[in-house]
Each structure stands twice: as C-alpha cells, then as structure tokens.
C-alpha cells in the first residue's frame, strides 16, 4: 500500500500526433512566463526610468515616506501602460490575436512580439551600452535591428535607462540642494547650530514643489523623454 501511495502518475508529453506539448506542459509553460512577467515589465519598458525618477522626486524632498511606495509604484504603472499602450496595441494585433485564433505559432507570434518590443528598446539605448554586451557575448556587428537579440539587448536597455534616470535626478536634486545649503548657512550665521537645518528646509522645499507644480513638470518631463 505504501508503494502504491508513494507512486508518481506519468505525465505525456507529446499529444497524440506526437508533435505538439500535451496541455499540461503548456499549463506550465504559461504559468511560468506569468511568473516572468513582473520582470519583463520593470526590464523592457519604461517602468524603471519613471520608478526611479519619481523615487528621487521623493529623496529631493526628504519627506521619506510621503508619498508611499505604493503610490509611486502604482503611479509608475499606470504612466507605463500610458506610454507603452501603442507598443502593446502592436504585440497584441501582430502576436497575441493571430496565436489565439490558430493563425500562426508560439514561436512566430514570440518573434512577432518581439519586433515592437525591440523597437522601442532600441529607440533609448545607447550605442556603447549596446556594444559592450555585443562584445562580450563574441557577436559580430548586427545589420539591422532583427539580428540583435533579446538576451544582449534588454540589459544595454536597462543600464542605458538607469544613466537617464540618474541625469534626470541630478537635475531634480539641484534646487532642493540650493534651499538646504541657504536654510544651513542662515542658521550657522545665526549661531542655531543645534536647530537641524532639515526640519527648517522641509516647508520651503515643499512650497517651491507646489509653487512650481512639480508633479506635472517631473511626469511631462518623463513623459517627452520617450
């Protein structure tokens, strides 16, 4: 009986025509490209510029949990879907209706996803970060945009996206680092060497943050820089 207990089913691999995985295996298959999705999100699309851009917002500010981070994620989120809709309109008519009507197969509608998706990839990445990968890898020049895969072109992508978001953080940092540096050489003149020159910024850097509308200007700012 224990034998009997212990005793693992068979699993078919192959359909009866013994050319196509059995439904299992593409159960599997899916469930573990939606275990993959959160990071093709945060690697190929604009998530990460805006996620970081916005974290800096908030470090400028030195108001450490306002917003939250639930906020600013979500906010990431819903400007990613904003800026990307075009590129998905175009996997979802070229890819995802075509496989989902029997038109064409997982690997065709794979390759036909994969076009836009480089594209826009390809639009923000920089030659150098494109070419350190390319040399690595021991790959020859690429002619065109189809000969560069996925594997060498998604990390030129990020780090190529994490030089921007940091130019466009320095750029946020300065002003507020402007009014710390004031508020801290008005309290030494005035011998309050013991008043902590943050607590006294905080309101003057939130004050020229809404003088200023400084949400529009960081999310019109992320947003043309795509």
């Not at 309050?192 to 700012?221: C, E």
């Amino acid at each position: 009986m224990i034998a009997a207990f212990l005793e693992i089913p068979s699993l078919d691999i192959f359909n009866d025509s013994g050319e196509n995985l059995s439904s299992t295996i593409q159960l599997v298959l899916v469930l573990t490209v939606l275990s993959l999705a959160p990071a093709i999100l945060i690697l190929m699309t604009s998530f990460t510029r805006i996620v970081i851009v916005l974290s800096f917002v908030r470090s400028a500010l030195a108001t450490q949990t306002v917003p939250p981070n639930q906020v600013i994620i979500g906010l990431a989120l819903f400007l990613t879907f904003f800026i990307m809709a075009p590129v998905f309109s175009e996997v979802n008519e070229n890819a995802l209706q075509p496989l989902f009507e029997g038109e064409m197969t997982q690997e065709e509608a794979f390759e036909e996803a994969a076009v836009p998706m480089k594209e826009f990839m390809a639009q923000h990445t920089r030659e150098k970060d494109l070419a350190l990968f390319m040399g690595y890898a021991g790959e020859e020049r690429p002619e065109s945009l189809e000969d560069v895969p996925l594997s060498t072109l998604v990390p030129a992508f990020v780090i190529s996206e994490l030089k921007t978001a940091f130019q466009i953080g320095f750029m946020i940092f300065v002003p507020f680092l402007v009014i710390d540096m004031v508020v801290a050489s008005v309290l030494m003149s005035m011998g309050m060497m013991m008043l902590p020159p943050v607590m006294i910024a905080l309101p003057f850097k939130i004050l020229l943050f809404v003088m200023v509308d400084g949400w529009h200007l960081v999310v019109r700012s992320l947003l043309f820089s795509f």
